[in-house]
Each structure stands twice: as C-alpha cells, then as structure tokens.
C-alpha cells in the first residue's frame, strides 16, 4: 500500500466525520476554511494518485 492511498484514505476518513469523537466533531474548530483546504488538499491527492505522481 503506497503513502499516498494511506494518506488519501485517511483524509476521506477525516472529512466524513471519522475522528469525530476524538476531535470533537466535524471541523471543529476550522471553521469553513479549514474545511475548505481539507477538501482541495483531498483533490489533489486523488489527482497525483490517479496519474501515478505518488
């Protein structure tokens, strides 16, 4: 399994709300922004994971 499925499926895990119970809830404490970047930076994986960049 290569770094960057892990590293994608962690941040999918991330975003859904996943780790909820440990950092208390979905974006807590990000605010809109901080959500906003998770999902470009989940964007961009998939997109260099696709092409085979990682």
Do not use: A, C, E, W
Request: glycine share 28%; proline share 0%; net charge positive.
């Amino acid at each position: 399994m290569s770094i960057g499925l892990i590293l994608v499926i962690i941040l999918i895990i991330f975003l859904l709300g996943g780790f909820s119970g440990r950092f208390g809830g979905y974006g807590y404490g990000l605010g809109h922004g901080g959500m906003g970047i998770g999902g470009t930076l989940l964007v961009i994986l998939i997109i260099l994971l696709l092409l085979g960049k990682i």
